[in-house]
Structures are given as C-alpha cells and as structure tokens.
C-alpha cells in the first residue's frame, strides 16, 4: 500500500487548507498522473488537478511532489520508495484555484512580455528563402528550447517564492536567453533592455532549485549564467 496525501482547497468553500490521506495499492511503475485518475474516479471526482499529454509535453500536469516541483506524469511511485507517504500539493507561488491547480496568468504574461509579437523583426524576403543556422549557432539556444513551460522551476525559485515575487523567473530569462542568443531574430537590443531591467535577469541569486526541477533537463541556470555573461559584454 502506498500512502498519498493530497492538498485539497476550494477557496469558496474552505476557511483554509486541509489534507486528505489515501491508501493505494499501486504498482510501483505507476504514474503520479495515473495515481490521481485512480483517486478521482474511485474516491473523489471533486479532486481537481490540470492534465493533458500525459507525456511530459503539454506542461500542465505541474505540482508539487515532496516538496519539490515536478510533472505529474512523469514521476513514478518508485521515485518515492524512499518517503513514508507522497504528498502531493499545487506549484509554489502562484495562486490556488483550486485543489491542485494553480492560476498561472502571471507566469504567461512575463513570458509573453519577453516575447511580445511586436519584437520580431525578420525580414519577409529572407523568410521567403532560408534562415541559416549554424551547428555552433543552434548549440546556443538548442537547451532552451526543449522548455514546455511548465512553470515547475518559476515555483521553485526562491528568489520568485520568498525575496522578490517581482522577479520574472527562470522561464521568462530563459526565454529571453534562447531569442537573444537566436541568430536569426534581429530584435536583440529591445529584449536586452526589457531583460537587463529591474526583477530582470540580474535578480536572478544562482540557487539552482530551477535546474534541479526542470522536468525536460534543461540547465536552466547555466542557460542564465551564459546570459548574464553576453549582457556583460555590451
Ligand atoms: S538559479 Fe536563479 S532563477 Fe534559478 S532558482 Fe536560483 S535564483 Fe531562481
Ligand atoms: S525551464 Fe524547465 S521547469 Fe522551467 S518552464 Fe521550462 S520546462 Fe518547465
Ligand atoms: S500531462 Fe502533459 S506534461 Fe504532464
């Protein structure tokens, strides 16, 4: 038998949080993701928890496992062989709709204000041809482009969750690090300014709780460190 504790909170209808313990008997190889279907569907339909892919693609399924961020499908009970019971609880720092899921409005807008519409600037006549991309040029960027904004290593952040919720987090300066650093886009300078400004990328302490969490591997603090680097050399 395994022992999951789930979060549980509707905000129109609880004072506060609480926990609700269940019992499972579950393969080891089963999906955190799966563990949750078979809670809902046997236990509680109320449970309200986001999914999708269930792959590891969509970037939905994000919470919190034991304390730390992760996606849900692509954890398994295994993973927790060593804890007397999984607890399952939503991502840190943004706010709670319900149970489980989370209101990332705020997480999407900074990505997007790192990335706004009227900050590309390729030429049509090129894009009607090629955009030319060396090997050396696509090791730059090709790290942070496996991110399905998750929003698991925003969560973690300890600057995002404790010092400064002003900071953009780890997503949005990656983001800014693949377009900067993206040699088909001329729209480097702008981004630099919006990227160099304050709860920008130098907010941003070298905890490594964000490359520690990435779901997809991605070194999302070195990806950082390069970025800091480049902004250095202007
Ligand atoms: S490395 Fe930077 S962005 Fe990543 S967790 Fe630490 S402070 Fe946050
Ligand atoms: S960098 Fe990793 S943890 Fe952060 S949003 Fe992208 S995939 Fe998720
Ligand atoms: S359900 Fe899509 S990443 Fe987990």
Redesign the pocket.
Known sequence: MTRFKIFRFTPELDKKPWYETYELEVDSNTRILDCLHIIRDNYDPSLAYRWSCSHGIC?SCGVTINGLAALACQKLVNHYVKAEEIKIEPLGFFPIVKDLIVDMAIFFERMKNIHPENLFEINPVTVSKQLHQSPLEYSKIVDAI?????????AQCPVTKEEEPEFIG??AV?RAKRYIFDTRFGDTEERRQIIGEPHGVWSCKTYWR?TR????G?Q?TQNILDLKEELKTQ
Not at 146 to 154: D, P, W
Not at 213 to 216: D, E, G, I, M, S
Request: net charge positive; with cysteine.
């Open positions: 970037g496996k991110c399905v904004m998750c929003g698991c290593c925003t780890p997503a990656l964000c969490v990435c779901p997809k991605i999302v």
